[in-house]
């Protein structure tokens, strides 16, 4: 089932426990960022706001007991879309979210996926299909997918990863 809008929204503030997101692309084009992202690149600053909708919730999540994180995976050296993406992760944490890096640049794939995913109280898997250029293509609820797989890759990612801020590119 495919969710967009405020289907999407609905379902994604549905969670009880925990949701879970794996990045794995170098650059993803999102049309609201653009603006943010131009003048992140022509300042190397980017200013959220505390009232921004997303910190909003996330810090919501966590008032309610709930936890958020993803884990970022990547080679490097970064696109100028991870460094604007780790400077918006950076109030991502400072409101609540769990934000890990795992960087296989001098490693093989530990046998992650290379598709992004969220994956909602260990029962529920959305699926981020993407196109090349990174702009987005659908979010699909799967209607049976193998749980265990998924369960094992987030506790794989988890597991390898370091936190954002112990993180660094050099």
Do not use: C
Request: net charge negative; proline share 6%.
């Amino acid at each position: 089932m495919h969710l967009a809008g405020d289907a999407w929204r609905t379902f994604f503030d549905s969670f009880e426990r925990e949701a879970f997101r794996l990045e794995t692309l170098n650059a993803y084009a999102m049309p609201d960022e653009d603006e943010e992202f131009k003048a992140f690149l022509e300042t190397g600053e980017l200013h959220i706001p505390g009232d921004d909708p997303w910190l909003t919730r996330v810090r919501a999540f966590q008032a309610s007991g709930r936890w958020i994180g993803r884990v970022h995976v990547l080679v490097r050296p970064l696109t100028d879309y991870l460094r604007y993406e780790f400077a918006a992760y950076a109030h991502n944490v400072a409101a609540g979210e769990d934000v890990r890096i795992l960087d296989l640049t001098d490693q093989p794939n530990p046998g992650l996926p290379d598709q992004d995913f969220w994956l909602f109280d260990d029962q529920r898997v959305v699926e981020m299909r993407y196109r090349p250029d990174g702009s987005q293509i659908s979010r699909d609820l799967l209607d049976a997918p193998d749980l265990d797989q998924y369960r094992q890759w987030r506790d794989l990612a988890l597991s390898l990863s370091v936190p954002l801020m112990e993180y660094s590119a050099d």
